[in-house]
């Protein structure tokens, strides 16, 4: 059974920092691309960031320069540190795990909000950021 456990959400004040972090278990890490989708009650859910296994990267412009995506593929986990954290950023934040063929397919698939091409998906974690 294939499980991605998220943690790390919370509470935290404009310009403040949490650190997410998405632990997958019961499938071949190193041949799935990983990363981040969030949803804001009402609204379709946004790709956030994604990492390959090569390392390649992934950001929706939203959080460029402000949010940084890493893997251990030894852990089988990847984390997601968020700086400068704005209201806006508000939502639930959901693991989501693509077995696709390449690093620009990831990338396609995260800039579209192609979440249902998604194979796997965790429970989701909330992130309240406060004005």
């Known amino acids: 059974e294939v499980q991605l456990v998220e943690s790390g959400g919370g509470l935290v004040q404009t310009g403040g920092s949490l650190r997410l972090s998405c632990a997958a278990s019961?499938?071949?890490?190193?041949?799935?691309?990983i990363g981040w989708f969030r949803r804001v009650p009402g609204k379709a859910r946004e790709g956030v960031s994604a990492?390959?296994?090569?390392?390649?990267?992934y950001y929706a412009d939203s959080v460029k320069g402000r949010f940084t995506i890493s893997r251990d593929n030894a852990k089988n986990t990847i984390y997601l540190q968020m700086n400068s954290l704005k209201p806006e950023d508000t939502a639930v934040y959901y693991c989501?795990?693509?077995?696709?063929?390449?690093?620009?397919?990831?990338?396609?698939?995260?800039?579209?909000?192609?979440?249902?091409?998604?194979?796997?998906w965790g429970q989701g974690t909330q992130v309240t950021v406060s004005s």
């Open positions: 989501a795990a693509d077995r696709i063929l390449g690093p620009q397919d990831m990338i396609a698939v995260w800039r579209s909000n192609s979440y249902g091409t998604i194979d796997y």
């Open positions: 019961g499938l071949t890490f190193e041949n799935y691309a």
């Open positions: 990492v390959y296994s090569d390392g390649t990267t």
